[in-house]
Structures are given as C-alpha cells and as structure tokens.
C-alpha cells in the first residue's frame, strides 16, 4: 500500500467490542493462558505481550505504521527522540568503539557524543558537513558507526545519503539517520543504505506539540539487539502517547503536504525581502545542494533558515516584534515556530563556539504551520519591517 493508505489502514487487530478507532491499552501487563504459556512468551517461543516495558499493542502500532512508511523491517519505541538515540548507540556499541558524526548533530546528540559516551570509551570524531569526501581517511580500526542527520540542524545543509551509505556498506559501518527533520514523508534513508533511523516523535511525527516521544526502526539483527538494552533499560514510552502518535501519522501526509508549500512560500518571500542576507531551503535554487535535495527528498520539508541583516541585536528585535508565531523550542507543530539560536538556547557559547556549529549570530530558523502561510508572511514582514526602522 502507499503511504497515505498505510498511514490510515495499519491498525491493531480489533477487540471483541468490534471499535472502529484504536483504544488506548492502558495496562501495565497482560494475562497467560497458564503456566506453559507464561514459560513459552518468556522464552520467546511464542508472540505476545508480556509486560508494557517490553510490548503493548498500541506501541506495536506505531512500529508498524513507521516501518511501513520508512521501509524497514522492526522496530521499537522510546519515550523521546533521545532516548531513541541514547538506546541505538547503548545497544550496538561497546567499550573502545568509536563513532564518526557531525558537529552539526542535534544539541542534546552533541551532549551524549561529548560528555556522556567518553565514560564508557566511546569516543567520536565529527567530520565536516560540506565534505563527505574527507570521510573516509577519518574511518579507524575501531569505527563501528556513522550517525548523521539531514537535512541538519539549524543550517538545512543537505548529507548524500547514498554516498555515505556507500561508505558505510564498503567498511561494515551501521549507517544510523535521525530523520527526524525530514519525516518519513519526504525521504526514506532505508533506501540508500541507512541501518538504523530514529526519530523524535515530538516533532512532525506527532505534528501538534502535545508529546514527548521517539522511535528506533530498522534492519532485524541490529533492533534486535537494542531492545534487548532498551527492555532491560526501560525507556519505554507510554501506551497512550503511542496511541496519540499513531492517530496524529493519520494525517502525517496531508500535513507535511502543507508545512512544505508553507515553508516553501516562506523561504521565497524571505528571499525576497531586502533586510534578508540569505536564505536556506532545500528546495529553493539556490540552496547549495539543491540537486541532492531534490533526488533524496520528496519536498523541501517544514524548516527555514535564514539570515537576517545585522547580528544579535536585529536577530533579538525581530523575534520581539513577532506577533503569531509562537517564540519556543519546538518545531514541527500545527503552529509555526521561530528560534533565533544565538539569543536564546545558544546564548551560553561564546561566538566562535556557535560558529563551530553553524549558528551566525544573524542565524533564525522557522518551522513552518499549518495557519494561513499569507498571515505568517505579513507577520514576518511586520516584524522584518520593525528591524528595518530599529536600525535607522
Ligand atoms: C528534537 C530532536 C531530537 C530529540 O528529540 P526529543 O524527543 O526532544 O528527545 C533529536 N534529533 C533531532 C534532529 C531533533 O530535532
């Protein structure tokens, strides 16, 4: 089935009160037949729910709707995007293995590769962004995995996955995206390569700003071997917010749909706009890797970059003067977002410490609603005007 119809379609088995929507199976356990029943599901002889940490159907839901759209074969849930990545390097890595990722990666990915894995003897080496050719000769003996996220966070710079799924297939590496920018909407990592993907559920994936959540999918052996950290380890995630997920991936394609005209429409009136230095979309033409971009992904995705003229003082009075768009860290939400990283949750690094990940001081990224994209259009242009007339 397409995606739209498997978004709808996949659905736990019907109970014998014959609902037409999913219940939520709010239960922490789940009944055996008799003793020889309890022995055979714990042995893993039999399917079937034991205990909520381990399955429960509405979870089971949410795995079988992503791996349909994302192409993979298993899976499982975690209770934040987080935890899904946390959970997936926990579970393959050992001792002495080492990773090879981006500067780039999201901020708390940043944290674990840097405080938290370097206890265990896991180590890391970020590779440039803008150069995948320069990723070989920073492989060792010990590399086990490349983690990577496209298209990236606050630049939207664009990863080939298929050359770096490539690389990873010719040095036995486990190739792990976190998808979460994208959605399994628009691109598939499975396809070119990609073992593992993780998502923050919190984002698109619930698309409405109620839920923490996260899911790990992919090939079999490896999920295999990250639920078994992850049964033992606990970061399960609760059945009712799986139960929500699962119902907002009903509408996953009709709103993505929308977030990418809208963000689309932003990125060209901002472009547009005299008080705008830059502008990054992966679907604009003059975004650098707008060829890549338009092969690995169906649409430009719900993300806009863009770089107002002036520095920290323009970036600041800009986010004042806005008046619809909600001034928070989420993104992906039915209502649009907008951040300006160096005054707010970047404010702690020093300049060339943000410039190390991308974040000019002049940096501001919109996650583009589901609201009338010309109302948030003349909300931007009020408050680009507001900094117009500041700056006089
Ligand atoms: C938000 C986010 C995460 C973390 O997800 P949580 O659900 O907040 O734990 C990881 N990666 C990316 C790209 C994100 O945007």
Redesign the pocket.
């Known amino acids: 089935m397409r995606i739209e119809t498997d978004a709808i379609r996949t659905q736990t088995e019907r109970t014998q009160h014959k609902e037409h929507s999913v219940p939520v199976f709010m239960t922490s356990s789940f009944i055996f037949d008799d003793a020889e029943h309890a022995r055979a599901l714990f042995e893993q002889e039999v399917d079937g729910n034991i205990y909520s940490r381990y399955s429960n159907p509405n979870n089971d839901e949410l795995v079988a709707k992503l791996c349909a759209f994302e192409h993979t074969d298993d899976g499982l849930t975690t209770a ?4 899904a ?1 946390f959970s997936s390097l926990a579970g393959l890595l050992e001792s002495g293995d080492h990773i090879l990722s981006c500067r780039s990666v ?1 901020g ?2 940043h944290q674990l590769l840097t405080q938290v894995f370097p206890k265990w003897g896991i180590t890391h080496t970020y590779v440039p962004i803008e150069d995948t050719d320069s990723w070989e000769q920073e492989i060792k003996e010990n590399t086990k995995v490349i983690l990577i ?1 496209t298209p990236s ?1 606050p630049a939207l710079d664009v990863l080939d996955l298929e050359k770096i799924g490539d690389l990873a297939k010719k040095h036995g590496l486990v190739l792990i995206v ?1 998808n ?2 994208a959605s399994p909407y628009l691109q598939q990592p499975a396809d070119f390569g990609a073992h593992i993907i993780t998502h ?1 559920a ?2 698109f994936l619930d698309g409405q700003g109620r839920t ?3 899911v790990i999918l992919g090939q079999k052996d490896l999920i295999e071997k990250i639920r078994f950290f992850a049964r033992h380890s606990g970061p399960s995630l609760s059945p009712f917010n799986a139960w929500l997920v699962s119902k907002s991936l009903e509408t996953l394609p009709v709103r993505m749909d929308r977030h990418c005209d809208n963000a689309l429409k932003i990125a060209e009136f901002l472009e547009s706009h005299p008080m705008v230095e830059k502008v990054k979309y992966p679907f604009l033409p003059s975004h650098p890797q707008y060829d890549l971009a338009r092969k690995q992904m169906k649409k430009g995705g719900g993300l806009v970059t863009f770089y107002i003229k002036g520095g920290l003082a323009e970036g600041k009075t800009f986010l004042d003067a806005i008046k619809i768009g909600s001034l928070t860290a989420n ?1 992906g939400d039915t209502r649009t977002t907008i951040t300006h990283p160096a005054s707010t949750t970047h404010s702690k690094l020093s300049e060339d410490e943000r410039l190390q990940v991308g974040i000019t001081s002049n940096l501001v990224r919109i996650s583009a609603g589901l609201e009338n994209v010309e109302d948030i259009i003349e909300d931007l242009n009020q408050a680009l005007a507001a900094v117009e007339s500041s700056s006089k």
Not at 80 to 83: E, K, L, R, Y
């Open positions: 934040s995007g987080m935890a990545i999201f708390s990915t996220e966070n976190d979460c920018f923050s919190t984002k923490i959540g996260g993104l």
